[in-house]
């Protein structure tokens, strides 16, 4: 699963105020933006002025001949049944989320592992959102589906009304496929939700006044306990209004549970938490780092150089030292990856025993895979094509076998299988739908 927590920021209309550039400062201050009120993106008056712009657009580009068949073309590949029916590793099923002409809000399903690799599967539908939608009279989108690992009984599903930003959370037993009534649910917020236990939640929401921040996220992250109602949730995190937000998550790392908050004080930016003993502890780690866990091990993505324990990490540099060591004081950091003048990292994923770093070398994808055993980093590279992009798709915490997919000007996306012992299978490759 990818485990970096950052939030999916959808713009409703963007905004410019320009000053002209040879105006002093004062000047530049005493500028009133006329489109100020643009600010507020859920309002009526900024609503109708989008609605009317994309109106005034779709009229001029409807007019050329071009039209109407890039619309139609686009429109094929969108609803084509031929494309990859991306996966998600819960448990020992396959789940996938699918739109297509017949079901336009979306189904979430899942088959068996031996159907998938078929590459035809049979499909099992656990949430239809078109039928949900017709049932409850309004029009629902998913959100995040947050499962209670490694059991994978619980998943907390958020559904968005009309695709805003903010979605209702709902309790989903997933045996069943049904929500459950006297579940955890939470009205409709820009919410992040974790699992601290399979009773006990980490919540970020609406509150009520002042317990969002001036970008519209939540500022305070409460523990709540199943079967009590919201309003008993204690305080475990508070942040300045003036932040962007903060998240909660947690997971399972090949056997152990993290849970862990981010405090972004920018959109790169984020003070790390840990919960340890009930409490939440920072992490020592710069603000602009990413964080990762495998296992007893906790690894630091390092974007600025960092010194620390007498020693600088440069930029690019991937390292690593077991947790509770580090949240002792310990700063014995061990080296994992350090770029050459012409790799760059794409991304980090975990499975149980292995870190997978998808990077460029040379702007050719390549997939590494890093086992810590005996006390050292060790890697090898997963044999994917070359000359493309490869992206991690899917990996579970539970075992050593993931998906990727790889991707080239002339090799259409394929999605490909790497099973324990590091042998590759192809699944599915779209067809060319381009000459």
Known sequence: MRRRVLPFIRFACVALAIAAPHRSAAQQ?????????LEDVESKQSLDWVHAKNAATEAILAKTPLYQPIFDRTRQILDSKDRIAMPRIIGDRIYNFWQDADHTRGIWRRTSWADYLTGAP??????????????????????????????????????????????????????SGRFLSDGFTLPAAKSSVAWVDENTLLIGTDFGPGSMTTSGYARIIKRWTRGTPLSSATTVHEAPADHMGVFAASYDAGGRRYVRVEDYTSFYTSDKYLLVNGALVKLDVPNDADVHFLRDQMSVYVRDPWTTGGTTWGTGSLVAMPVDDFMRGTRDLALVFKPGPTETVRDISATRDHLLVSMLDNVRGALRRYSHTKGAWTFEKVPAPDMGTVDVSATST??????????????????????????????????????
């Open 122 to 175: 049979t499909w099992e539908t656990v949430i239809d959102l078109d039928t949900l939608s017709k049932a409850e009279h309004t029009t629902f989108s998913i959100g995040a589906i947050t499962c209670f690992e490694p059991e994978d009984k619980r998943c907390l599903v958020g559904l968005s009304r009309g695709g805003s930003d903010a979605a209702e959370v709902r309790e989903l037993d997933l045996a």
């Open 398 to 435: 539970s075992a050593n076998n993931f998906f990727f997919t790889y991707t080239s000007f002339i090799q259409p996306t394929t999605l490909y299988l790497s099973n324990g012992d590091g042998k590759i299978t192809e699944v599915k490759r779209m067809p060319a739908m381009f000459d």
């Open 29 to 37: 201050q005493s500028v009133t933006d006329p489109f100020i009120w």
